[in-house]
């Protein structure tokens, strides 16, 4: 429906606005108020449309990934399987925000070095309660595994981050597009909101194969002091 609106002479143009927001609020909420509200969430909504990050040919698999298998080999002894992705149903969102603050908040940040005593990259779970982002990206793909989520939607990401330094991070692949789960923003983001330059991640089909990207994730969202 297109509404036309002619000033009448000695009415501020102000007042003829909030007469017309009031009308298509009103309108909207008449419809439906599932509509409306999905209405209200669109316009209010600042955050760049997910999509998914082009993915290039196999590549070098991280020597902290090779290791965490050596060590824990059940890990990663899996057959190879079609790539599927999450839907983002409602639930399905509570459910990745929930994980990412749970671990967010569980583990206490520390250094590959000063955790382990080496300057090579030692990947693991938060067997000690503490750990680097290797360990929070590991956990996250742990818990969502148990809550249902489907292992080939969960990639352990390598990029750079926007001090261009080293940073992994847990890719979510969604009939959305890709999400990040990062132990540096409790928020989950789109790829492509997040500044990072995106170096490899996991296959969707063989967690051992790693793919290349070597793309820029678009530009960091500016976050609320409440994020």
Same mark, same amino acid.
């Given at each position: *429906?297109?509404?036309?609106? /002619?000033?009448?002479?000695? %009415? ?8 017309? %927001? ?15 509200? &999905? ?5 209010? #909504? ?5 999509? &998914? ?7 070098? !698999?991280? +020597? ?13 002894? !899996? ?5 599927? &992705? !999450? ?5 399905? *969102? ?6 990412? $603050?749970?671990?967010?908040? &569980? ?17 693991? +779970?938060? %067997? ?7 360990? +929070?990206?590991? +956990? /996250? ?10 292992? $080939?939607?969960?990639? *352990? ?7 261009? @330094? ?13 999400? !990040? ?5 409790? @928020? ?11 170096? /490899?991640? $996991?296959?969707? $089909? ?12 678009? #530009? ?8």
């Amino acid at each position: *429906m297109v509404l036309a609106v /002619k000033r009448s002479p000695g %009415v501020p143009t102000s007042s003829l606005l909030l007469g017309l %927001v009031s009308l298509v609020g009103a309108s909207s909420l008449q419809a439906s108020p599932a509509a409306a509200q &999905s209405s209200l969430l669109k316009l209010a #909504s600042t955050r760049p449309a997910a999509s &998914s990050a082009s993915v290039g040919g196999s590549t070098s !698999v991280p +020597y902290g990934w090779l290791d965490f298998c050596h060590r824990r080999p059940k890990e990663c002894k !899996v057959p190879a399987l079609p790539a599927a &992705s !999450v839907k983002l149903t409602a639930q399905n *969102m509570s459910i990745l925000k929930r994980i990412n $603050q749970k671990a967010n908040r &569980s583990i206490k940040p520390v250094s590959n070095y000063d955790h382990w005593g080496t300057t090579m990259d030692h990947w693991d +779970y938060p %067997v000690d309660g503490k750990g680097d982002c290797k360990i +929070y990206a590991l +956990y /996250k793909r742990k818990l969502l595994q148990e809550a249902g989520f489907p292992r $080939q939607a969960l990639l *352990m990401t390598v990029v750079r981050d926007l001090h261009n @330094e080293g940073h992994t991070i847990l890719t979510v692949k969604t009939d959305k597009g890709d999400l !990040v789960l990062d132990n540096l923003v409790d @928020e989950i983001r789109p790829w492509n909101a997040t500044g990072y330059y995106f170096l /490899k991640r $996991q296959s969707q $089909q063989n967690p051992n194969i790693w793919v290349s990207l070597n793309q820029r994730g678009g #530009s960091a969202k500016r976050l609320s002091p409440s994020s």
